[in-house]
């Protein structure tokens, strides 16, 4: 079972950029499809991006498309978030998730592996 871990997020003025990462521990990561969720206090978990195995199939939140670029490196076991131009409504825990499928994924109950998360703090 792979394991993930998120790493780069913090605290950042609105209109500003972070770039999240997750490495993953598995050699066979690129079996995986891979997807990043976002949680605010108070709220339930909500979904932000997905990319398949390959990287070349990608579907954005609609909250964040233009914004956000979600990407991956499998040679390196890792998937990346790319957050421009963000808002303080984008505050939240940020978790990678890996499922081991060749398809896409929107819903948080498709994924059987989950990070520890990373804090993303917009300020206003």
């Known amino acids: 079972q792979v394991q993930l871990v998120e790493s780069g997020g913090g605290l950042v003025q609105a209109g500003g950029s972070l770039r999240l990462s997750c490495a993953a521990s598995r050699r066979a990561f690129s079996n995986y499809a891979m997807g990043w969720f976002r949680q605010a206090p108070g709220k339930d978990r909500e979904f932000v991006a997905a990319?398949?195995?390959?990287?070349?199939?990608?579907y954005y939140a609609d909250s964040v498309k233009g914004r956000f670029t979600i990407s991956r490196d499998n040679a390196k076991n890792m998937v990346y978030l790319q957050m421009n131009s963000l808002k303080p409504e984008d505050t939240a825990v940020y978790y990678c998730?890996?499922?081991?499928?060749?398809?896409?994924?929107?819903?948080?109950?498709?994924?059987?592996?989950w990070g520890q998360g990373t804090q993303v703090t917009v300020s206003s």
């Open positions: 998730a890996a499922r081991r499928n060749y398809g896409l994924f929107l819903d948080a109950g498709d994924y059987d592996v």
């Open positions: 990319i398949g195995w390959s990287g070349s199939s990608q």
